[in-house]
T-cell receptor, first 110, second 111 residues
Framework: DGGITQSPKYLFRKEGQNVTLSCEQN?????MYWYRQDPGQGLRLIYY???????QKGDIAEGYSVSREKKESFPLTVTSAQKNPTAFYLC?????????FGQGTRLTVV | KQEVTQIPAALSVPEGENLVLNCSFT??????LQWFRQDPGKGLTSLLL?????REQTSGRLNASLDKSSGRSTLYIAASQPGDSATYLC??????????FGRGTSLIVHP
């Protein structure tokens, strides 16, 4: 059953903590992306990777980090430097043509 | 830099109406355009993909058209149903193949 799996679905973070959001795909796509979604803001690109062991900053990369050690996996770490991390995070992968999305992780700072 | 705009931002219609959602983009040198549906608190589900060489795509009650030269796409929903209530987003792939999104149209279809 091909697709993209994000975990966890809900995540709570205390101020000052780093947290890591998981994204796994079995679609054999080279490209993977992380977006942040806030009410009324649409989807904003955090990081993207077009090949294993390489990734690039998107429009709002400050306070986030990623790795791409395997084709299937593209985890996102929200660091304590991210001042407003409460948001809905979406991971996507893409062939040359079509993009597919996971079900998202809702991160809340408590 | 590619910019994508969706109009209207919100739409509320009675069941059975035919709808048109609009998407415009600033750079016409695109590879493709994709329409998505998003239910509250969920991820995005792909509805239709139009390659740059195509004019339209159809799936059931949905029809998407693309006019690359004018930087516009429309999503036509025929005979709307309450189950169509969701946010509809368009995404354009251009430049470095990164999808760029509009802010979406929030649709409510009431019985």
């Amino acid at each position: 059953d091909g697709g993209i799996t994000q975990s966890p679905k809900y995540l709570f973070r205390k101020e000052g903590q780093n947290v890591t959001l998981s994204c796994e795909q079995n679609l054999n796509h080279d490209a993977m992306y992380w977006y942040r979604q806030d009410p009324g803001q649409g989807l904003r690109l955090i990081y993207y990777s077009q090949i294993v062991n390489d990734f690039q900053k998107g429009d709002i990369a400050e306070g986030y980090s990623v790795s791409r050690e395997k084709k299937e996996s593209f985890p996102l770490t929200v660091t304590s430097a991210q001042k407003n991390p409460t948001a809905f995070y979406l991971c996507a992968s893409s062939s040359v043509t079509e993009a597919f999305f996971g079900q998202g992780t809702r991160l809340t700072v408590v | 830099k590619q910019e994508v705009t969706q109009i209207p931002a919100a739409l509320s219609v009675p069941e059975g109406e035919n709808l048109v959602l609009n998407c415009s983009f600033t750079d016409s040198a695109i590879y493709n355009l994709q329409w998505f549906r998003q239910d509250p608190g969920k991820g995005l589900t792909s509805l239709l993909l139009i390659q740059s060489s195509q004019r339209e795509q159809t799936s059931g009650r949905l029809n998407a058209s693309l006019d690359k030269s004018s930087g516009r796409s429309t999503l036509y929903i025929a005979a709307s149903q309450p189950g169509d209530s969701a946010t509809y987003l368009c995404a354009v792939k251009s430049g470095s193949y990164i999808p760029t999104f509009g802010r979406g149209t929030s649709l409510i279809v009431h019985p």
